[in-house]
């Protein structure tokens, strides 16, 4: 009987210990924000009301953007890439080749013939 106390009497003391070592829960993180609860639901609710906010944005459309250069300036570029005879080589064609175009573009053959510009 005495070493039945011996053991109740130790299994109560480790149970203690680890008692006196849990750690208590306070949480994940504190919550840390510039802007009231007001202000979140309101930015919620908007975002909520918005039109098409569950459509891809590839669905939409084409989407617009802001013309740096005047469409014909543009189009005289790519119809003059697209009339250029060294249009298809480049100095990757050929070990250690560099291209050096000799041949005239027929659009500048063109302009000069009629006196006009490049573009």
């Known amino acids: 009987m005495n070493a039945s106390k011996i053991l109740a009497a130790a299994a109560l003391s480790f149970v ?14 504190a919550p840390v924000s510039a802007l009231s609860r007001a202000d979140v639901q309101a930015q919620a609710v908007a975002t909520a009301q918005a039109p098409n906010q569950n459509v891809t944005r590839g669905s939409r459309g084409a989407e617009t953007m802001a013309a740096s250069q005047p469409r014909s300036t543009v189009q005289a ?3 003059r890439a697209a009339y250029a005879p060294d249009q298809n080589v480049s100095s990757g064609s050929r070990v250690n080749s560099k291209v050096v175009s000799t041949l ?3 659009i500048d ?3 000069r013939s009629t006196g006009a510009s490049k573009f």
């Open 104 to 106: 005239t573009n027929p």
């Open 77 to 79: 570029e790519a119809v």
């Open 16 to 29: 203690a210990i680890a008692g006196a070592q849990a750690e208590t829960y306070e949480g994940v993180q």
């Open 109 to 111: 053959a063109a302009a």
